[in-house]
């Protein structure tokens, strides 16, 4: 399967989301702030281009790396997914969604100018950035269950670099799999951080069988408001 380049129509963030990612933990709010977190969400959102690249790679095989380091390998791909937890996320897939996502340097440069101008507006687009970019992850998931869905498949959910043991140092190979910098503009630090900050990378199984985490119902799924397979009335759950 080729590699798919989209943008994602990200128009609102869950308020409860963005709170959550401040450190809110049920205080009350002021009305000045409550006002204030409704306006910096919607700058951060009008500043946001949400835009993804996808590829599913076949399984090529399991064989562990030195020192018996559980890994998954991929067809085509020099990309090797290392570690107890993506071994175990992937046990029984038969192929895998690579991902990445990002809101785009727009929203970078904003976090920057804030920070430097107005410390309350920096944390709370800080917050907005993180949940827009969860968003366009929602986004680009959905498009890697559609395309299981296209062949009969189910998936679980998404698993980014940097979750269990699997270790940051795949961001690399990851990125350059989907010719990330080129087509989304994300570059990465030596200490492996990502620019623009608001990216995400993540790896989705593709399964023959339905997994405990497969999407099972459509009025909770993340990835309705961008889900193709749900307007033709035979949902990815539903064979
Ligand atoms: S909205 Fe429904 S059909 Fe679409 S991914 Fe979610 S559960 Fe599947």
């Known amino acids: 399967m080729a590699l798919t380049v989209e943008k994602y129509e990200v128009v609102s963030v869950d308020r409860a989301e963005v709170l959550r990612y401040m450190g809110y933990a049920g205080q009350r709010l ?7 977190i409704d306006e910096v969400v919607a700058r951060c959102l009008a500043v946001a281009r949400p835009a993804g690249a996808w590829e599913v790679f076949e399984v ?6 030195g020192e018996g380091v559980p890994s998954v390998q991929l067809a085509g791909a020099s990309l090797r997914l290392e570690g107890e937890s993506i071994q175990k996320h992937l046990a029984g897939a038969v192929a895998v969604g690579v991902m990445a996502v990002t809101v785009g340097m727009g929203v970078e440069r904003e976090l920057r100018r804030l920070s430097l101008s107005d410390p309350v507006a920096q944390v709370i687009f800080d917050a907005a950035g993180t949940t827009a970019v969860e968003r366009a992850a929602d986004a680009c998931e959905a498009s890697i269950v559609a395309a299981a ?4 498949l189910y998936t679980n959910f998404r698993f980014s670099p940097g979750y269990g043991d699997m270790p940051l140092s795949a961001q690399p190979v990851l990125l350059a799999t989907l010719d990330a910098q080129r087509k989304l503009g994300i570059t990465l630090s030596k200490s492996l951080l990502m620019t623009p900050t608001k990216s995400v990378t993540a790896v989705v199984g593709l399964f023959g069988e339905p997994q405990p985490s ?24 539903k064979r």
């Open 30 to 36: 002021t009305d000045e702030l409550d006002a204030r």
């Open 60 to 65: 090529a095989g399991r064989e562990p790396m």
């Open 149 to 152: 869905h296209d062949r009969g």
């Open 214 to 237: 497969s999407h099972a119902s459509c009025s909770d799924c993340l990835c309705r408001d961008f889900c193709r397979i749900l307007r033709t009335g035979s949902p990815c759950w």
